[in-house]
Every structure is written in structure tokens, then in C-alpha cells.
T-cell receptor, first 114, second 112 residues
Framework: DQQVKQNSPSLSVQEGRISILNCDYT??????FLWYKKYPAEGPTFLIS?????DKNEDGRFTVFLNKSAKHLSLHIVPSQPGDSAVYFC?????????????FGDGTTLTVKP | DTAVSQTPKYLVTQMGNDKSIKCEQN?????MYWYKQDSKKFLKIMFS???????INETVPNRFSPKSPDKAHLNLHINSLELGDSAVYFC???????????FGSGTRLTVV
């Protein structure tokens, strides 16, 4: 019962180009979505989020798009930098009944080549 | 001055042993969590505590017992360790009404 899926285990892009990471979900009750970035031997760190009442949220080089009808979200990184190389997890949250519970995808490893 | 700190970072132990992992946060957050990342890389919630009160207990074997002595601490005790318990365990915290977690750096548990 994998409610959040990241179908691309890995992605490789050239420095300066756009990175697009995708995430699909099945539970229509999710109302908040988040992206985390994880370096080796560290815990995930929060990157950007979006509420289900929006379809886009932008923060510097990072933009998250939400398509509720398709139950799909994506993270765009423009321009990509070598320091962006990490594992990216999307997560979905359902409130208020499941307070404090985010369901995570299994991650996409992004490699940005200089 | 780590926001969420877990100890130990690495833990290698034999089957059948009992072990504990400690977690402390200095962010003043109300909610703390334990997540398990298995070999397939999924992060799965195990437990969630809000102000020392257990609010989420997923289908985790009762060999796993969390304890929250105060709002800033959430420890995980595991009895009778099994090979399948080998994983990375992450502690995390979040403030009231916000779902962005602050994670610790993880504890890699290896059961041999």
C-alpha cells in the first residue's frame, strides 16, 4: 500500500540545466505536500512545501507544482548546481485526523554534473 | 548546537539483545517522531508523540517501546532484536500545526 511514489530512482542533469523530480500519490485526502533533501549520513532536511489549495509554490531556485486532478506533484530546480546532488523525498500529509504523520516516497537520487 | 540529536550514530549488536536509541531536540517543538528507513529506502513512521503523549503508533512489533520523559526527549527501546530490525532509524520533531519535520542524522542499526 504505497500511497506516495517516486517512480524515478535516479536523475542526472548537467549543471545549469533544469532538474525535474516527480511524485505521485493515491490518497485524495492528502492536503499538504513537502519535499525533503537528504545528503549521505545525514537526516532529510525540509526544502519546500505546498498546500493542496495551491498549484504552485516558489522559493528561489526551487518550485513545486501540484496537479490535484492527476494526483501528481513535481519539484523543479533551476538552475541546477552540483551542491544539489542528493536524494530527494516527497512527502504527503493528511490533517487533521492523522496529525503528525507524513507519508514518504522512496526517494530520487539527483546527480548534477559540473 | 544540533537541533535534533540522536545517539548513537551507529549500533551493531547481536540478535536477541536489547538496545536503546536516544533523541533530544532543542527547538521547543511539540511533536516528536520515530521513522524507520529500511533497505528499500522508504521512510516509514513508527511513533509520534505530542507533548509526551503517544498519538501515533503504527503497526510496529511490541518489542519496540518509545518513551518520552519530557517534550524534548523521545527514546526508542528495542527488545529481543531481530535481523529484520536492521535499518536506519530517524528521530524528527515539528512545531504545532506545521508538518515540516526537522530530522536527526539517523542511527544505523545492524543486527548480526
Amino acid at each position: 500500500d504505497q500511497q506516495v511514489k517516486q517512480n524515478s530512482p535516479s536523475l542526472s542533469v548537467q549543471e545549469g540545466r533544469i532538474s525535474i523530480l516527480n511524485c505521485d500519490y493515491t490518497n485524495s485526502m492528502f492536503d499538504y505536500f513537502l519535499w525533503y533533501k537528504k545528503y549521505p549520513a545525514e537526516g532529510p532536511t525540509f526544502l519546500i512545501s505546498i498546500s493542496s489549495i495551491k498549484d504552485k509554490n516558489e522559493d528561489g531556485r526551487f518550485t513545486v507544482f501540484l496537479n490535484k486532478s492527476a494526483k501528481h506533484l513535481s519539484l523543479h530546480i533551476v538552475p541546477s548546481q552540483p551542491g544539489d546532488s542528493a536524494v530527494y523525498f516527497c512527502a504527503a500529509h493528511q490533517s487533521p485526523l492523522n496529525a503528525g504523520k507524513s507519508t514518504f516516497g522512496d526517494g530520487t537520487t539527483l546527480t548534477v554534473k559540473p | 548546537d544540533t537541533a535534533v540529536s540522536q545517539t548513537p550514530k551507529y549500533l551493531v549488536t547481536q540478535m536477541g539483545n536489547d538496545k536503546s536509541i536516544k533523541c533530544e531536540q532543542n527547538l521547543g517543538h511539540d511533536t516528536m517522531y520515530w521513522y524507520k528507513q529500511d533497505s528499500k529506502k522508504f521512510l516509514k513512521i513508527m511513533f509520534s508523540y505530542n507533548n509526551k503523549e503517544l498519538i501515533i503508533n503504527e503497526t510496529v512489533p511490541n518489542r519496540f517501546s518509545p518513551k518520552s520523559p519530557d517534550k524534548a526527549h523521545l527514546n526508542l527501546h528495542i527488545n529481543s532484536l531481530e535481523l529484520g530490525d536492521s535499518a536506519v532509524y530517524f528521530c524528527a520533531s515539528s512545531p504545532q500545526g506545521w508538518w515540516g519535520y526537522t530530522f536527526g542524522s539517523g542511527t544505523r542499526l545492524t543486527v548480526v
